[in-house]
Each structure stands twice: as structure tokens, then as C-alpha cells.
């Protein structure tokens, strides 16, 4: 179990919104739960506005600026959304359990959408490159 279970919902948002959860514990699963505490909590929209602002204070914050990704950050929320809206779960450990594709193969979803390497551009760090394969739903 990775250790972000070890906190509630209420308490992961905020320490991550503080800048004071641990870095070691901000795993790919743990960012997927901070899109579905977000998309549950505020709606799609209002999710993509505070993670993108949130995930940017906290990389600076721990010194790793240089891994965010604008495009990367959007289309995650986007992808987390359109399984949230398929969703049965009431909580996150029951979703990532439905959809595990989202933590096993996570790169391969995402590159599904792009037919360029959206991982790796320069130009999809600093702003959102909308996909051109397949539209997020």
C-alpha cells in the first residue's frame, strides 16, 4: 500500500496544497488522487485550475521545477475525469482499484491521445497542447 493512503482525503489535499507533504510520498498514483479528490470535490473545471496552480507551487517548492508539464498535468485531470464520470467508487483506493489502467498503463493512455511525444516536448511543458489523435472525453 503506498503511503499516501496513510492520510484522508482531507489531510493529503491540504498538506499537498501547503507544500508540506513529503515528496517521497507523491507518487503517479498519488497525483491521480489528488485529480480525483479535485474533480469530486470541484467539478472538472475548477480541478484542472487547482491542480495546474497547486502542482506549480509545490515543484517549486521541492526544487523540481523542471518536471512539470503543462499539457501532461491538463490531460491527466482530463483522463482521470472522463473514468470518474464512468465511475461506481465512492472513494479513490475503490477507483484506482476499477480503473487500474490508469496507474499500470497510464504513458500508453495518454500517448493514445497524441500522435507526438508530449512526455518529452519542451513546448508541452509550458503550455497545453490540446491531443491531436483523439479528443479527451
Known amino acids: 500500500m503506498e503511503k499516501h493512503f496513510e492520510l ?14 513529503g515528496a517521497s510520498i507523491f507518487s503517479h498514483e ?4 489528488l485529480a480525483w479528490i479535485h474533480i469530486t470535490n470541484h467539478g472538472i473545471e475548477q480541478a484542472e485550475k487547482n491542480i495546474q496552480e497547486q502542482l506549480q507551487n509545490y515543484v517549486e517548492f521541492v526544487g523540481a521545477t523542471d518536471k512539470y508539464n503543462e499539457t501532461l498535468t491538463i490531460a491527466a485531470v482530463k483522463a482521470v475525469g472522463h473514468f470518474v464520470r464512468r465511475s461506481g467508487s465512492d472513494n479513490f483506493r475503490d477507483f484506482i482499484t476499477e480503473f487500474p489502467q490508469l496507474k499500470d498503463n497510464f504513458k500508453a493512455l495518454i500517448n493514445s491521445h497524441y500522435s507526438f511525444d508530449i512526455f518529452n516536448s519542451q513546448k508541452a511543458k509550458i503550455q497545453f497542447l490540446a491531443p491531436d489523435l483523439h479528443p479527451f472525453s
Request: hydrophobic share 40%.
Open 30 to 33: 498519488a497525483h491521480l488522487r
Open 8 to 21: 484522508t482525503d482531507a489531510e493529503f489535499e491540504e498538506q499537498f496544497a501547503n507544500c508540506t507533504l
